[in-house]
């Protein structure tokens, strides 16, 4: 079985959803946790990525465990965030506008 099938996993979906591919890389290490994988993409595709409260990463990681576990693995995924990428001082949900968006006014 190959060891970095879930490397090559999180590549392959995220490459499909963001607009700037070339720029998607990934690191994977293994300690006595399990596996990591560091996702780094460009900060314009960041929000693909997680998508609408976090929706787009809880699914990537969840379909991650499952190929961890298929692999007898732990499977962590970790989505690099440059420093300075989100204004200080602004909580992320600050602009989510979801909970009015279906008013009928």
């Known amino acids: 079985m190959d060891t970095v099938q879930d490397q090559v996993f999180v590549e392959y979906i995220v490459k499909a959803i963001v607009s700037k591919p070339e720029d998607v890389s990934t690191e994977r290490t293994v300690d006595e946790r399990g596996v990591l994988i560091t996702l780094r993409l460009n900060p314009q595709d ?60």
């Open 46 to 105: 960041m929000g693909y990525v997680i998508g609408r409260k976090g929706q787009t990463a809880r699914a990537i990681r969840t379909l991650l465990k499952i190929v961890g576990a298929k692999n007898n693995a732990r499977v962590n995924l970790k989505i690099y965030e440059p420093e300075g990428s989100r204004p200080t001082g602004i909580p992320s949900y600050a602009n989510d506008t979801s909970v009015v968006d279906d008013l009928k006014i």
